[in-house]
């Protein structure tokens, strides 16, 4: 049976979004009142701004901000891992609700440059992390170095072995390797512990190497890899381990960021409006590609992908109980998306997608 008849009308928790960049400013005006047509009332968000969010204080008064634009969403705070995180910050930051620390190494991706060169130097604030309960959040590539034959098509892969040793240095520390694009990384993951689990965007469940190198509007960090490294992130996401789950990571750039010309090319993907949208039509795709079929895609797995699972590993409820309801309608995702001197293209615009109602809205 087709997705289209098992589940147009399906009844869903509101999805977990557990990756997101929001911004600030006015890109964040633009981006926040997005999020709730995407299905999503819980972001877990990320602290990459200018500058980084390196206190408690920091962290909340950009949660304040973003609640002035949508109080009605769940924002989960995250800090910059950096040299100004102590096992004194941990402390506090775990006091004042921060739920992780998000780890860029340097120069990777948007607003990097702040980012990690070693990890030793922070074992201490790994170690504090451990013991409080703080999550870690890797964004899982090593820097470009053709020295080492290292570039953006294997800097996951190349990163892989780090984390399997700070997993074997602090086992009882909640890591999750964000944004997985390899079969490698879906395999590193799945030979960790239960501390361990994957992120999974909407677009990699879409993109290969083809699709970025000749569109701007599909190239971010890390980088779709090949056709092989899409399926097995397909059955990862399908896998109801609860090792995987929905992290957009949706990177709104301004419309002259992704057009080159003035510089590099702005790495991000934009997908917050239409992201649990974006999942189920990438498993349809999955299933005319014939890597999986209709039956593998239940409506228990898809509650786990797109909101239980992530609930469970971070240890928060959703209190409000909202639900949402799938339609498989003729919705065309817009072209543009605008605000005070921003605008910022959606992934697959002009195409066609299910919709998401709210339960109560219809």
């Known amino acids: 049976m087709p997705l289209s008849s098992k589940f147009d009308g399906l009844e869903l928790p509101a999805s977990a979004d557990c990756h997101v960049h929001l911004r600030d400013g006015e890109m964040m005006k633009t981006v926040v009142p997005t999020i709730r047509a995407g299905g999503v009332n819980t972001v877990y968000v990320m602290p990459n701004l200018i500058p980084p969010l390196t206190s408690a204080s920091d962290a909340l008064a950009y949660r304040d901000r973003l609640r002035q634009q949508d109080s009605s969403i769940n924002y989960l705070m995250t800090l910059y891992l950096h040299e100004k995180i102590t096992p004194a910050v941990i402390s506090e930051a775990k006091t004042q609700g921060i739920i992780g620390v998000k780890s860029y190494p340097a120069g990777v991706t948007t607003n990097s440059s702040s980012g990690v060169i070693s990890y030793e130097p922070f074992y201490p604030v790994f170690s504090a992390m451990e013991q409080c309960g703080m999550v870690l959040n890797l964004h899982g590539e090593c820097p470009s170095d053709h020295g080492k034959n290292i570039t953006i098509l294997n800097g996951e892969s190349k990163f892989l072995p780090t984390l399997k040793s700070l997993h074997a240095k602090f086992p009882k520390l909640k890591i999750v390797l964000e944004h997985c694009t390899t079969k490698e990384a879906v395999e590193a993951v799945k030979e960790c512990g239960d501390n361990v689990v994957g992120t999974i965007t909407a677009h990699h469940l879409y993109l290969t190497v083809d699709d970025w190198a000749d569109d701007p509007f599909s190239y971010c960090k890390p980088v779709a890899k090949w056709p092989t490294d899409r399926e097995a992130l397909i059955e990862a996401a399908l896998s109801g381990t609860g090792k995987f789950f929905l992290g957009s990571d949706s990177a709104p750039h301004d419309l002259s960021a992704k057009k080159g010309g003035r510089g590099k090319t702005a790495a991000g993907v934009f997908t917050q409006p239409y992201v649990t949208q974006l999942v189920l039509n990438a498993f349809e795709l999955a299933i005319e590609r014939k890597v999986i079929s209709a039956d593998a895609v239940t409506p228990e797995i898809l509650e786990g992908f797109l909101g239980g699972y992530g609930r469970k590993f971070y240890g928060v409820t ?45």
Request: glycine residues 14%; neutral net charge; without cysteine.
């Open 318 to 362: 959703d209190s409000t109980g909202e639900r949402i309801i799938l339609k498989k309608a003729e919705e065309i995702v817009k072209d543009s998306f605008t605000g005070q001197g921003v605008e910022v293209i959606p992934f697959r615009r002009g195409q066609g997608t299910w919709s998401v109602e709210w339960k109560g809205n219809q």
